[in-house]
């Protein structure tokens, strides 16, 4: 089963979700096969799924409207095809078309976390074992020790054999773990944390959010087809928005985001979030060779990492 970390982008209209997303896939995209920093993994393939393509069409009787603007509500979940929207990233993630299953069998395609805690198993046992042998105490089962002291030199041969052998399939095993790519998976849009199988399945979830006033002047620089019509901000757009950011604002693995600070610097707090996000997961003890990066320049930017070493933010500040 491929590894897919998950990585989902939410947030308020105009609030800078789908800059960051493409930020993120074109930047991954862009080192395809390389290795993910100073750790086993390889970045494999990397797909961007966007939730305004699964807008229903204007036509779809499925669509609620507004009376008092005699408008489609295009801000309700309803008006959205999630079925097929979460179909088609189990399409991605199983790589063969599924039918629709339930939440919990969605979340375990993206098994990442597995796939971290497996290797970080695999390079104890070898540590452990390699620190056994060269010291000369490596213990096998009790009935393998010779019983007699003229079998003893035997025996011994026996053991550096098995010894020679059971490094063999270590290393063997190893090669296998490092051979494993791990694909990046981006879901964007404005209602992905109300859809349970979607929260439930993002590894690292982020939400922009934005002041009622700067909304409002972004949203009205823009062209949507169909048009908003006079009073479709106020009546729809916000009024939804604080209510479906209300259903997981008390998450507490969801980084919140300011989308008035410039592009640039987001996009270089998340992909530091993301580093520490490894970080975590590919540390393994000496003496195995593989260890996580130093805190220096990694994939161009600068790692400015947290105060100390167990503490990293968990929000871009809303202030700046």
């Keep these: 089963m491929p590894q897919w970390l998950v990585i989902g982008i939410s947030g308020v209209t105009c609030g800078g979700k789908t ?65 097929k929207m979460l179909n088609d990233i189990a399409h991605i993630i199983k790589g063969h078309h599924v039918a629709p299953e339930p939440p919990e069998q969605l979340v375990t395609y993206a098994n990442f976390e597995h796939y971290a805690l497996q290797f970080q198993q695999q390079y104890q046992y070898n540590a452990n074992y390699y620190k056994q042998a060269n010291s000369g105490v490596y213990q096998y089962p009790p009935q393998q020790h010779p019983r007699h002291h003229h079998h003893h030199q035997q025996h011994q041969h026996q053991q550096q054999i098995q010894q020679q052998q059971h490094i ?34 993002c590894n690292l979830k982020y939400h922009f959010h934005l002041p009622y006033e700067k909304c409002f002047e972004r949203r009205s620089k823009r062209t949507y087809d169909p048009p908003d019509v006079t009073g479709y901000f106020e009546l729809c757009v916000w009024p939804h928005y604080e209510r479906n950011f209300s259903e997981y604002r008390d998450c507490k693995d969801i980084t919140f985001l300011n989308g008035e600070i410039a592009k640039e610097k987001i996009f270089k707090f998340v992909l530091q979030r993301i580093v520490h996000y490894f970080e975590e997961r590919c540390e393994v003890p000496a003496p195995a060779p593989v260890v996580c990066p130093p805190q220096q320049k990694r994939f161009g930017m600068l790692y400015m990492g947290p105060s100390n070493n167990n503490v990293m933010p968990t929000a871009c500040p809303m202030e700046q």
């Design 19 to 83: 800059t960051l997303a493409h930020s993120l896939h074109d930047y991954f995209k862009g080192l395809s096969g390389a290795p993910l920093w100073n750790s086993p993994y390889t970045i494999g393939e990397v797909r961007l799924i966007s939730q305004d393509d699964y807008f229903l069409p204007v036509e779809d009787k499925r669509h609620q409207r507004n009376e008092a603007l005699n408008a489609i509500n295009f801000e309700l979940i309803t008006s959205l095809d999630m079925a």
């Design 168 to 201: 063999m399939r270590i290393n063997a095993q190893i090669a296998q773990l490092r051979d494993k790519k791990v694909n990046f998976l981006l879901v964007e849009g404005f209602m992905i944390f109300n859809q349970p199988e979607l929260l439930a399945l």
